[in-house]
């Protein structure tokens, strides 16, 4: 069973900051939290991921709460082409990746 | 390109029809994964190989079900006897072997089963 709730679904308006919450509030010291996204008819491609600091690369910033049960994903500028579902995943050592349903972000012109 | 693929794209079968779904992953990967989604759902684990070695098996994987990793290279998952509730998008990824790894996923084949 996945370790994280999203949202259903959000809307973000094209141009502003995409901000998407993620509860992983029984998470392990251990564990990270990666982040991906699936565009329609497409396979899942790999965000950001992070243990318990911060972190930034080309496509978005994660940000991890001190205590670790929940983060946010944000996406600066989103664009149309930004549309898709965002999974938020915990993975233990060595295990498997086990996605959720997801959060539909919907950006809109 | 050098991403993963995956053959066909779509695939259309009869129900009791074996089918067969081919991953390319890519090339310096030394893990395969296989998944399946079904529509509104994220995609659920099946089974991984590391380099010829199949790993670890879903339940979800009925004896239907086999995926093959000859030489470590090239993946095949076959459906025998297909049902319509094997109808679903099939999934393909591929990673480094280092236990934080990173997934990167083919395009898919989705399957179709009347």
């Known amino acids: 069973d996945a370790k994280t709730t999203q949202p259903p679904s959000m809307d973000c308006a094209e141009g502003r900051a995409a901000n998407l919450p993620c509860n992983h509030s029984?998470?392990?010291?251990?564990?990270?939290v990666y982040w991906y996204r699936q565009i329609h008819s497409q396979g899942p491609q790999y965000i950001i991921h992070?243990?318990?600091n911060n972190e930034t690369n080309e496509m978005a910033s994660l940000i991890i709460t001190e205590d670790r049960k929940s983060s946010t994903l944000i996406l600066p500028h989103a664009t149309l082409r930004d549309t898709a579902v965002y999974y938020c995943i915990v993975l233990s050592y060595g295990q498997n990746f086990v996605f959720g349903p997801g959060t539909r972000l919907s950006v809109l012109p | 390109d050098t991403g993963v693929s995956q053959n066909p794209r779509h695939k259309i079968t009869k129900r009791g029809q074996n089918v067969t779904f081919r991953c390319d992953p890519i090339s310096e990967h030394n893990r395969l994964y296989w998944y399946r989604q079904t529509l509104g759902q994220g995609p659920e684990f099946l089974t991984y190989?590391?380099?010829?070695?199949?790993?670890?098996k879903s339940r979800l994987l009925s004896d239907r079900f086999s995926a093959e990793r000859p030489k470590g290279s090239f993946s095949t998952l076959e459906i025998q006897r297909t049902e319509q509730g094997d109808s679903a998008m099939y999934l393909c990824?591929?990673?480094?072997?280092?236990?934080?790894?990173?997934?990167?996923f083919g395009s898919g084949t989705q399957l179709s089963v009347l």
């Open positions: 992070g243990l318990k």
């Open positions: 029984t998470i392990s010291g251990n564990e990270y």
């Open positions: 990824a591929s990673s480094l072997a280092s236990g934080r790894e990173k997934l990167f």
């Open positions: 190989f590391q380099n010829e070695a199949q790993l670890e």
